[in-house]
């Protein structure tokens, strides 16, 4: 079952705009992880945030997480070709076991 | 930095065949999954194994069995490979509720 679910679906920006994605979930969560898929290829992971975080950062990634919400957003400042990626969040949930649920993941396309 | 090794990138199987897709991964993480990732539908888990001959099925174990007799290796067999299971299969480990890390991928197709 999924409960990660990113918006949007697809996103096309040129180099050096910023991208945001998001990601919403049902229940509540020990943390929520953002990953990043070259075509063709495993996911590689990029940022864990746990529930009692509100924003992280890491080079140009900035992840925020609304609890209350129950809601998170990755945003890529500065976008660059080589950022062109399907991106997927994961929650694992609280008390819950060891199992992630992962998105449907957000294909973003940089334009030179 | 942890490695998953899946043991091919591409298979190609006949319909009917059995087919092992072997995953090492050498940081002694106890948790390892599978997961079949098809365009549209995202990444779905097929078996879930939580120590040395632990396991519990996915979200879609149908057609599909698993085999975790040491920690650092853990296989996924296809008893009778059917068309409907040529995808991109993901192997991925990690601890507890923390990071997976995944292999690069086997793409099955299965003629």
């Known amino acids: 079952s999924q409960q990660g679910e990113e918006d949007p679906q697809a996103l096309s920006i040129q180099e050096g705009e910023n991208a945001t994605m998001n990601c919403s979930y049902k229940t509540s969560i020990n943390n929520l992880q953002w990953y990043r898929q070259n075509s063709g290829r495993g996911l590689v992971h990029l940022i864990l945030?746990?529930?009692?975080?509100r924003e992280k950062h890491s080079g140009r990634l900035r992840v925020t997480l609304d609890t209350s919400k129950k809601s998170s957003s990755l945003l890529i400042t500065a976008s660059r070709a080589a950022d062109t990626a399907s991106y997927f969040c994961a929650t694992f949930t609280s008390g819950g076991s060891y199992i992630p649920t992962f998105g449907r993941g957000t294909s973003l396309i940089v334009h030179p | 930095d942890v490695k998953v090794t899946q043991s091919s990138r591409y298979l190609v199987k006949r319909t009917g065949e059995k087919v092992f897709l072997e995953c090492v991964q050498d940081m002694d993480h106890e948790n390892m999954f599978w997961y079949r990732q098809d365009p549209g539908l995202g990444l779905r888990l097929i078996y879930f194994?939580?120590?040395?001959?632990?396991?519990e099925k996915g979200d879609i174990p149908e057609g599909y069995s698993v085999s975790r007799e040491k920690k650092e290796r853990f296989s996924l067999i296809l008893e009778s490979a059917s068309t409907n299971q040529t995808s991109m299969y993901l192997c991925?480990?990690?601890?507890?509720?923390?990071?997976?890390?995944f292999g690069s991928g086997t793409q099955l197709s299965v003629l």
């Open positions: 991925a480990s990690s601890l507890k509720r923390e990071k997976l890390f």
């Open positions: 194994s939580y120590d040395v001959k632990m396991k």
């Open positions: 945030i746990r529930s009692n975080e």
